[in-house]
């Protein structure tokens, strides 16, 4: 589970690069200093969150900044929550097809 949900939340760390720099340029906010503040602050936490997919609180960590990105959408536009609809499912899928994985790997294990 934890390469999944850690690969998910690496691409979802670019993703937010390039949403924050395509917000900052077109005008979809008013203040860019505060967006880039905001977006690097956010990536800063998606890549702590993909260190700690295997540990204790880490998953719920995840699914907190999924909030966080599906919300941004407010502030963004519509397109950003397109990105994070698709972001919360591949976060779903990794943590459901992981378990998956673990477990079957588990069961192989034991004798």
Do not use: H
Not at 51 to 62: I, Q
Not at 75 to 103: C, E, K, P, Q, T
Request: hydrophobic share 60%; proline share 1%; charged share 10%.
């Amino acid at each position: 589970m934890r390469v999944l949900c850690s690969s998910v939340l690496g691409i979802e760390v670019i993703v937010v690069l390039l949403a924050t720099s395509l917000a900052t340029s077109d005008g979809s906010v008013a203040n860019t200093t505060l967006a880039w503040v905001i977006g690097l602050v956010l990536m800063a936490a998606l890549v702590v969150a993909a260190g700690m997919v295997g540990r204790r609180g880490g998953v719920t960590l995840g699914w907190i900044l999924q909030a966080v990105v599906l919300a941004s959408g407010i502030v963004v536009g519509w397109s950003m929550v397109v990105v994070g609809i698709v972001f919360v499912l591949l976060w779903w899928l990794a943590i459901f097809y992981g378990s998956r994985v673990d477990r079957l790997k588990a069961e192989q294990a034991s004798p």
